[in-house]
């Protein structure tokens, strides 16, 4: 008797326990019902509205009849500005004495460029090298030195003393001028983009025309406009002056400086002009 009860209570849980599954079941497959519902309403509501895709009444840009062209600009003017790289090299048998003697040059020629009128944060070190010197005899290696190269960069605001900067740098002690980048100042390259740009964009545009006349017909309007940025090209002058160090080390009095090389007034440095370039590319609606 008491087996056959719990069978019976057995059986009754477990047949309230399926249909409990049964009503979850029924309630998650409403739900989700409902929401599938409330998608497609909002994606239907997005559609007419414009939102969701392109109207087919709306044809794209690959779908009308268009031209595309690209025009370059130029735009050249003289300089207003100098960059000048210059070098103080030192050498001698111990790296101390040529690190000394370096700093003591170095600190010459700056106070000869600030002298005439180069300003600190227009006079700034581009590099500073340490090298050891060697010398070859009978396939032998050995140490006879080192030397060391102090690189200094300076802009020259008024072109006029560029040959001025240079006469005071190699008396102060430089012994070493690279070269010479005559470019314009940051304003003034401003200025030239924007009539590199202008420039291009008004030979897009005659492009555009003569296209559409050759071929008979009218230029609607521009659908696409894009530049590819400028271009800014210095002039720039090498020149030729060092003391021929190599990879030799000179005896001290074997190096001639610019006074005993009878020096005189600046060279004179007639720069070239500078360019700034710009390209537009426009993609023309034609009918």
């Not at 049964?22 to 309403?41: E, Q, S, Y």
């Amino acid at each position: 008797m008491y087996h056959h009860t719990l069978n019976r209570n057995c059986t009754d849980a477990q047949f309230h326990k399926q249909q409990k599954e049964n009503t979850n079941m029924k309630n998650r497959t409403r739900w989700i019902t409902i929401f599938l519902i409330a998608c497609l309403v909002v994606s239907a509501g997005l559609a007419s509205a414009g939102l969701w895709g392109e109207s087919s009444d709306a044809p794209t840009i690959q779908q009308k009849k268009v031209i595309t062209v690209s025009g370059h600009g130029t735009v050249d003017t003289t300089p207003d500005e100098a960059v000048l790289r210059l070098s103080v090299v030192t050498q001698a048998e111990d790296v101390t004495n040529a690190s000394d003697e370096n700093a003591e040059k170095m600190d010459a020629v700056l106070a000869a460029l600030y002298e005439i009128g180069i300003l600190e944060d227009d006079a700034v070190t581009s590099g500073y090298r340490v090298r050891p010197q060697y010398n070859w005899r009978d396939d032998e290696e050995s140490l006879i030195g080192f030397q060391v190269r102090n690189s200094l960069v300076v802009t020259v605001r008024d072109i006029e003393k560029v040959g001025d900067v240079i006469d005071a740098a190699l008396f102060a002690g430089a012994n070493e001028i690279d070269d010479v980048s005559f470019t314009v100042s940051d304003d003034r390259q401003s200025e030239l983009r924007d009539d590199a740009i202008a420039d291009a964009a008004r030979r897009a545009s005659a492009d555009a025309a003569s296209v559409a006349d050759a071929m008979g017909v009218i230029i609607v309007g521009p659908l696409e406009i894009s530049t590819t940025g400028s271009q800014f090209s210095p002039y720039r002058m090498h020149l030729n002056y060092d003391t021929g160090y190599g990879g030799m080390m000179p005896m001290p009095e074997a190096i001639p400086t610019p006074a005993q090389m009878n020096m005189g007034a600046g060279p004179q440095i007639q720069p070239g002009d500078v360019t700034v370039s710009a390209q537009v590319t426009v993609v023309y609606e034609f009918g």
